[in-house]
């Protein structure tokens, strides 16, 4: 029978990339452009046509536009979806639409540069504005901007996806995945990205299988060729020859099967053959999972990726609406609990600054930016807070490099806990709080770090990058973003040690724990918990279930001495077969 490899030797129609999210599909590419849209300033004749062509392109906004808002609806909670019915307001502002109109009987000029001149007016404004609600504000209008006059072009624009498709895109921003998976989308493929960039991430929240790093898809995939994604070993198939499609058609029927019988795993726990329980959670980075984590058997939420709020909302919720928000939340995974990791904005998340920073990952991100803005973090701390009565709330910082930053966030909360006690609101008065360890700073001095706070959670996918000096979304330098250096290793065992040396619980949720390839490595090395996206924790629960805790710790001594990441890899593929355990890419 023939195998992956074989398969992969033999096909001339292929195109490697990163595997980011695991799954293979079959189907029609979409190829998906955000091209800068050039803009005419052509003088026009027929003011008449110039005016209805406005008032189509008007017309056909604001159809997609309450298409998306409908989708929103049933995806999201109403104060989410409220942004795109917001959007829709602006469509019918009489003032705007006049003055457009206006201009286009005066100046004679194409439709397009007077909707763009017009309303980049109103942008600046809001730019200029100090409220950080109305510089957001831009940002929606800015979208509008670009339906409008796409549409004026008559080009076609993502929300028209209604068929299932195939994305192929060169990048995929976090908010792009997320906007896009609200259409009816198979797969994903990107020219550039990493594994650990958010929109991979987002992708495997989504369940949506993902490829990306291939450098040049789009160049070589048309619209509409059929092609076969695989995310467990980074290949796409360009229209692909009978054979090949009856081989994946196979090995898509196994999947399926083998995701049924791991079902039967839900109420059974992480615990390995000599009985060492490991705790696992899921990480949430989408609001629709939340019933994938209800289903995946998860111990609870191990990290809530608040800034995802923002993402989807597009602007900064107020304290009430992020109550109502972590109130629902709280509720629906109790009596588990859930740590909600407070706005890590900066890097590749959300754009919040009006300037680029030269070097995002090493700027204003995370724990840094909210302490530069204490209004936005108070905001957050008292609405968790207020959320927390069922005492299920855990707070986590990220991004923390320093002592006096966790002092600093300390303080706010205790603030924060004073003002709510005066106001008579009750509140875990014990609300635990933890930090995560994802600079090598703070992993230097894990025991200095993790004594000032509850809890411990390793955020691998940055302390990779900070360790390596390797951009985590960066495919043309992914060879050294390497999990299973011994580099890392020995740093995730040093913060381990250090961080039990002060009695605190550590876990580790970056993406390394949804590798099976980790498992045995992850489980040797101490750890308490492991947080990981929900669909991945029964591939791991069935792993853990087949290991012995004291071989994995022999396993982990060994490879804490091996000198590069080939050799540690070979260990653990090694210790697979010789307990005959398989990874799902070996069973289906
Ligand atoms: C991490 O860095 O490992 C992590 C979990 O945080 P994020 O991926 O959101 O940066
Ligand atoms: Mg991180």
């Not at 068929?163 to 550039?192: E, G, M, Q, W, Y």
């Not at 040049?216 to 290949?235: H, L, P, R, S």
């Not at 947080?531 to 071989?551: E, G, H, L, Q, V």
Request: hydrophobic fraction near 40%; aromatic fraction near 6%; include cysteine.
């Amino acid at each position: 029978m023939k195998t992956f490899k074989d398969i992969y030797r033999q096909a001339e129609n292929k195109i490697a990339g990163i595997a980011a999210a695991p799954g293979i599909i079959i189907g029609e590419a979409y190829l998906y452009t955000k091209e800068k849209l050039q803009i005419s300033k052509a003088d026009i004749d027929d003011i008449e046509k110039a005016k209805s062509d406005l008032v189509e392109a008007i017309a056909k906004s604001k159809k997609e536009l309450n298409k998306i808002f409908t989708i929103a609806r049933e995806k999201m909670d109403e104060i989410r979806a409220a942004i795109f019915e917001a959007q829709l307001m602006i469509l019918d502002d009489p003032i705007l639409l006049d003055e457009i109109t206006r201009r286009i009987e005066s100046e004679k000029k194409s439709p397009e540069y007077i909707v763009d001149d017009e309303i980049s007016k109103y942008q600046s404004k809001m730019i200029l504005s100090h409220e950080s609600y109305m510089k957001e504000r831009a940002l929606d209008i800015e979208d509008i901007k670009q339906r409008i006059i796409r549409n004026l072009q008559k080009k076609r624009w993502e929300s028209k996806i209604e068929h299932n498709v195939i994305v192929v895109s060169d990048t995929l921003t976090p908010a792009d995945t997320i906007l896009l998976s609200r259409n009816k989308v198979l797969a994903f493929v990107t020219d550039h990205g990493g594994l650990t960039s958010h929109a991979a991430i987002i992708s495997r929240s989504l369940n949506i299988p993902a490829v990306v790093g291939t450098h040049n898809a789009t160049g070589q995939i048309k619209d509409n060729d059929e092609i076969i994604v695989d995310g467990f070993y980074g290949y796409v198939i360009v229209k692909p020859s009978d054979s090949q499609k009856e081989f994946f058609i196979g090995k898509r029927k196994r999947l399926l099967e083998l995701q049924r019988d791991l079902e039967e795993l839900k109420d059974e726990k992480a615990v390995t053959v000599d009985g060492r329980e490991i705790k696992l959670f899921a990480n949430v980075d989408v609001s629709g999972e939340i019933e994938i984590v209800i289903t995946s058997g998860a111990n609870g939420i191990g990290l809530y990726r608040s800034e995802q709020i923002l993402n989807e909302l597009g602007e900064f919720p107020n304290e009430d609406e992020q109550t109502t928000i972590y109130s629902k939340l709280a509720s629906r995974i109790y009596p588990h609990t859930v740590t909600i990791r407070v706005f890590d904005i900066g890097g590749d998340k959300f754009r919040f600054l009006d300037f680029e920073e030269p070097n995002p990952f090493l700027g204003l991100r995370g724990i840094r930016l909210l302490l530069e803005n204490p209004a936005m973090l108070k905001t957050q701390v008292r609405a968790i807070l207020k959320s927390s009565t069922n005492k299920n709330i855990k707070m986590m910082l990220p991004m923390v490099s320093t002592l006096k930053e966790i002092r600093e966030a300390k303080k706010i909360i205790q603030e924060c806990k004073k003002e709510l006690k005066a106001e008579k609101a009750k509140f875990d008065e014990d609300i635990e709080v933890g930090i995560m360890i994802e600079v090598p700073s703070a992993a230097v001095m894990a025991k200095d770090f993790s004594r000032e706070v509850d809890f411990v959670s390793i955020g691998t996918n940055d302390l990779v990058q900070y360790l390596m000096a390797v951009d985590r979304g960066n495919d043309l330098v992914s060879n050294l973003y390497q999990e299973f250096s011994p580099v890392v290793i020995n740093t995730l065992k040093h913060i381990i040690d250090e961080t039990k040396k002060s009695k605190k619980p550590v876990s580790l949720c970056g993406e390394m724990a949804a590798d099976t390839l980790a498992m045995p490595l992850l489980l040797g090395l101490g750890l308490d918990s492991l947080s990981m996206s929900p669909s991945t924790i029964p591939y791991a629960k069935r792993i853990i279930r087949s290991c012995d805790y004291k071989k994995a710790k022999r396993l982990t001594a060994q490879c804490l001495k091996m000198q590069s990441e080939d050799e540690v890899k070979a260990l653990i593929e090694d210790f697979f077969k010789k307990n005959k355990i398989t990874r799902t890419r070996q069973i289906i």
